[in-house]
């Protein structure tokens, strides 16, 4: 059984930068494609960044799209969340997410990821 493991998060005033990282057991991480969302209090949980399995045709929600960066290393089974300018709204729980097979959903949805990591804080003070 695939597991991830978010790390990176913390506590960064508005205008820095942080970089998380999801590290992911198994020995097929390279077949999958791989999702960042994010869940701030008292909302539902949303998409942020996903890759596909080659690294190819990143993909970001319009709030972090030239800030934030998505890249994987499939020979170190992880994938990352560059994330530059965060702004006080970053505020939440970050989540990694892999989809491990074939769905109708598209990689901005939450359904089409079935193995999520229990997520890692990011709070910025503004």
């Known amino acids: 059984q695939v597991q991830l493991v978010e790390s990176g998060g913390g506590l960064v005033q508005a205008g820095d930068s942080l970089t998380l990282s999801c590290a992911a057991s198994?020995?097929?991480?390279?077949?999958?494609?791989m999702g960042w969302f994010r869940q701030a209090p008292g909302k539902e949980r949303e998409f942020v960044a996903r890759i596909t399995w080659s690294g190819g045709s990143p993909s970001y929600s319009a709030d972090v799209r030239g800030r934030f960066s998505i890249s994987r290393d499939n020979a170190e089974n992880t994938v990352y969340l560059q994330m530059n300018r965060l702004k006080s709204e970053a505020t939440a729980r970050y989540y990694c997410?892999?989809?491990?097979?074939?769905?109708?959903?598209?990689?901005?949805?939450?359904?089409?990821?079935?193995?999520w990591g229990q997520g890692t804080q990011v709070t910025v003070s503004s």
């Open positions: 198994g020995r097929t991480f390279s077949t999958y494609a």
């Open positions: 997410a892999a989809r491990t097979r074939f769905t109708y959903a598209n990689l901005e949805q939450e359904a089409s990821y079935n193995l």
